[in-house]
Each structure stands twice: as C-alpha cells, then as structure tokens.
C-alpha cells in the first residue's frame, strides 16, 4: 500500500456516503406546457430518483428571481417563482419525496440578491436607512472610477456605480447581483430566519451557494496579480489572485451561527460549494467537525479537462479522520459533462460506466447531476439559442453552462423528448444525441446505462465499506487506478483504467467479484479501455 487517509472519518449519520440526485429544475421536467421545468414536474419524476436508489435530491433555486442568472438572483427567498409553481407546490414536493425515502436539500445563495430584492432596493435609497449597510458600497476614488482592481468572475469590473447613493456596489457576478455584506450581524439575522423558515417547512439541508465568496476585505484593497498570460483566460477574473474579494476568515463565525439554526433539527444536512484553485483549506475550515457545516465540495474534478489517478490522489488524500467527510460532483449545471470532457465520442459508452463506478467509490458524499445516470454528454447549443450570460459574452471561447443545462430526455420519439408535453419549445434545444439516450430506451434494456447506475447504487448501499469505509491507494502503473476501501475481512478492492487503451495489471492478493463497469467477466491481469472493477477480499 502506498497512501492512505482516514481509516475512519466523521460520521454523518444517515448522510454518511449518501447518494444525492442534483436537480436542475428549469431542465428536468416541464408540467404545464410552457417550455420550462418547475415543481410539478419534479413531483413527476421523483419515482424514477427513488428508482434509482438515491437517499437524496438537491433542488437547483426555485426562488422569486427575475432569472437573469436563471434562479441564482434572488428577489424573495420564502417566495415560490411562478414560472416553478407555488409554496403548496413545494410542500406537496416534500410529501412526496418523504414518502418515498428522499431527503430534500434545498440551494441557499447567501453571497448576492436580484437587484430586484426588496433589501436592495431600500439599501441604495440612502446612506442611513435600515439595509444601508447590507450590501457592499463604496466609493468613487477621486478619479471617479471603482474602489479597487476586482474582477467579476462574468467578465469587468466587481463594481457598478449606483447614481442614487452616488457610491459603487460590489457585485462578484452579475451587476444584477449586488454583494450582500454578510459580515453586517442583521443581516446575518435575516439569512439565518430564512434558513429557519425552510427547515420550518420540512427541508432536510442546503446547498450553500459558492459560500466562501460571502465575505470581503473590509479594506477593500487590490487582489494581486495570478502571473498567468493573458492569452491563457477568457475573462480578467482570472489574471488575480483571490486574496481579498473572497475567502476572508470572518466568514466562520455565521457558519457556526448556521450551524446552531441547523442543529436544531439534528438530522438535517449542510454542504458547502467552494469554489477556487486550491480548496481543501477553505473545504476543512468550513466543516470542522461538529461546529459549522456537515461537508463540501470543491471544482476538484467539475473542470479538469481530463482524469487521471494522479487527480484522484490529489484530490482524496489531503483529508484524514480529524477532518469532516468531503463531497464529490463529476458533473453539475455549472460545469461540462465529465463523460464529454474526460473521454472521445467513441469510448463515451464505456467511459460512463467507469466515472459511474468511480464517483461513488470515493469516500464522502456523491453527487449524482440529472442525466448522467443515462450517460448523457454535453448537449450542443447552438449560438441563436444560448441564455448563459457567460457563454453569449465570451463566445465562441467558451461555450459556457447551456450544454450542461439541456432538457432531461424522458421519452426518445416524443415531442421535445417528452420534457414538454405541449407545442412551446423548450427554453434550451433537445440535443438528439442526448434523445437518443432517452429514459424511455433505457428502463427496458438490463444492459444500460440506467440499469448500470442503479447497481452502482445499491452495491455502494450495501456494503458499509463503500458507504463509510477508510481509504488506501495501492501502487499501481498508469492509467491505473487502484485503491480500497474498508478495513480488514470487509475491504472492498477499486480498480480502475480510466484511459482509452488496454492496460494490464493483477492486484496482490485474492480478491472475488462484485461488480464490473463493463461485463460479468473479471479477467484482472487485461483492463479493457475505461473498465472498472470492485471486488472482496478474499474468494
């Protein structure tokens, strides 16, 4: 054995190792014809969640928002957008799930409102109302332009001047996305009621939307230079290092705030996402055990544009048993599909099967996005029918999150694959290739994709190993990859070749079968191009 982390890490109760279903609401299932997802037809589509064997569903926001970030620009956080339904449709949600095993996280973003949010529109009235200071404003240098250097990860200046307070806000993303100041202690106040209010109603967590941007430099001074070329970079956010406009330490005091609201229903769940080059720090801070929230996640894996087991190693092994249980995502509606990033079209088949296997061999949580338990890869939009901001300014460098973002296929030859059942098209294109893959084809065939995952799924339930176990890598040649989890007679063996030619390789020891990614057959000393393997100590 080579590396090893934790034999044992922080338990999470009924959230250890959990499967969790990542829902893009807009993109999932349309129920009233007018060509975008919402509530209802979430309500529709839980038995196939369930099906699958996942313990877990993180609804993407379904917030009031004038969706000029498609959700994530909150104008009420207790409000229901009608595009998504109504509150009674939410709580009829939640029965549902309840009843058939699901927890419900629901996507909180505390770094921003909607310019349209009722705090910020009293906020820029004057320097001296109530929510003056719940936002982030500063102002003009005396040459009239912006505070400081930062950079709004969309492209320009973090700073938009507002001619009624005469001062400039920070916005970290879209200008119709002012910067809450979460380091005002009543605002604090009115996040954590909002929390309260979900839980209140029956939620089991949140997803904390890219939390560690929440707080900035009170100082408000330049971000240094990243020292990367710019012919590197579609966009002047990335020629800084993040020093300042993120990542602060302050931020740690409200997580443990939130944590108190969320013990109060102990059986609740709390993932942050953390963006940045280097996360495991910020990951560790945010879920110190027992104090502030239960996991996270980073872009460990979201954009590498190829996998490999170094990436693996690097990103497991930081972690260790006085550290909280870290959570995994190949794929989300931010970030391309991994089966069309890591592997050519012609292997995409076997590929699927491989990173399946391989994100829920990974000690912690795992994200599971919408589609990828059909092998779906990233959906082409063409230039007329983009909606991501991103992606419509920095065309065609890059293609931004519309290809990750495209209609659930439910029934190959129906109209709009049966996501809508009416005459509107749907608001993003239905990829044929992705129809092709539809759930319809697929729940009949034992040899899917589908019927792939959903062993995935309940091998992983079924054995405590997968689920909570340690893990150890073992010396293996590239490209493979191969370690255990468990201890003792319960350990289970992961192997994996995650590249596109045959490699060769006979772990020590005497291992039985327990699922391979691309037959019944077991032959260990030849792997197969994206084949993957588990199997139990012993014969």
């Not at 590396?3 to 009924?14: I, V």
């Not at 529709?44 to 959700?71: C, T």
């Not at 002047?236 to 108190?260: A, C, K, T, V």
């Amino acid at each position: 054995m080579q590396d090893s982390n934790a034999k044992s890490a922080t338990d999470l109760g009924a959230w250890t190792g959990a499967a969790i279903y990542h829902v893009y609401v807009r993109s999932f299932r349309d129920s009233n014809a007018d060509g975008i997802g919402d509530l209802a037809g979430v309500i529709e589509g839980l038995e196939h969640i369930a099906m699958l064997g996942a313990d877990a569903v993180w609804l993407s926001p379904f917030f009031a928002s004038p969706q000029k970030d498609y959700g994530y620009d909150v104008s009420d956080y207790c409000a229901v957008d009608p595009l998504f339904g109504t509150l009674a449709d939410f709580d009829r949600l939640l029965t549902k799930a309840h009843a058939l095993g699901l927890k419900i996280i629901v996507d909180l973003v505390f770094c921003h409102t909607s310019e349209d949010h009722a705090w910020f529109a009293e906020s820029r009235t004057s320097h001296q109302n109530s929510k003056a200071d719940w936002y982030v404003w500063a102002d003009a240098k005396a040459d009239g332009s912006p505070p400081n250097n930062w950079q709004s990860v969309f492209g320009g200046p973090a700073w938009t001047w507002d001619a009624r307070r005469r001062q400039y806000y920070m916005h970290n993303f879209l200008k119709e996305q002012p910067q809450l100041n979460v380091r005002n202690p009543a605002l604090q106040n009115a996040l954590l009621e909002i929390a309260k209010f979900w839980l209140d109603r029956g939620v089991d967590g949140f997803r904390f939307d890219a939390i560690n941007f929440a707080v900035h430099d009170a100082q408000l001074r330049d971000n240094p230079p990243s020292g990367r070329p710019i012919e590197s970079v579609t966009r002047p956010f990335d020629l800084q290092l993040h020093i300042f406009n993120q990542s602060q330490p302050e931020m740690l005091p409200f997580l443990e705030r939130l944590r108190s609201v969320m013990n109060q229903k102990p059986e609740s769940f709390s993932v942050a996402e953390i963006p940045g080059d280097d996360p495991v720090f910020e990951m560790k801070a945010y879920t110190l055990p027992g104090k502030r929230l239960h996991s996270a996640y980073g872009f460990d894996f979201l954009y590498a544009s190829k996998l490999n087991p170094a990436l693996v190693r690097q990103a497991i092994l930081p972690w260790t048993e006085e550290d909280s249980r870290p959570s995994w995502a190949f794929s989300n509606h931010d970030a391309p599909r991994a089966v069309s990033r890591w592997a050519a079209p012609e292997h995409r088949n076997a590929a699927a099967r491989c990173f399946m296997m391989l994100l829920f061999s990974l000690p912690g949580c795992a994200f599971l996005y919408q589609g990828e338990e059909l092998g779906l890869p990233q959906g082409e939009v063409p230039f007329e029918h983009l909606k991501d901001p991103e992606a419509i300014a920095n065309w065609p460098l890059t293609l931004g999150r519309d290809g990750a973002r495209t209609p659930f296929p439910w029934i190959a030859q129906a109209p709009h694959a049966d996501f809508s059942k009416g005459s509107a098209a749907p608001w993003l294109p239905i990829d044929p290739k992705q129809a092709a893959l539809a759930l319809d084809l697929q729940a009949s065939d034992p040899h899917s994709m589908l019927a792939f995952t959903q062993q995935v799924l309940k091998r992983r339930k079924d054995h405590t190993a997968l689920r909570a176990g340690g893990i150890s890598f073992l010396d293996a040649p590239e490209p493979i990859l191969a370690f255990t989890r468990g201890d003792g007679d319960s350990q289970i063996l992961c192997l994996f070749n995650v590249s596109p030619v045959t490699a060769f390789f006979t772990p020590p020891g005497a291992w039985s079968a327990l699922l391979s990614a691309q037959s019944d057959t077991f032959g260990l000393a030849t792997l197969p191009a994206y084949s993957g393997y588990w199997l139990k100590v012993g014969t």
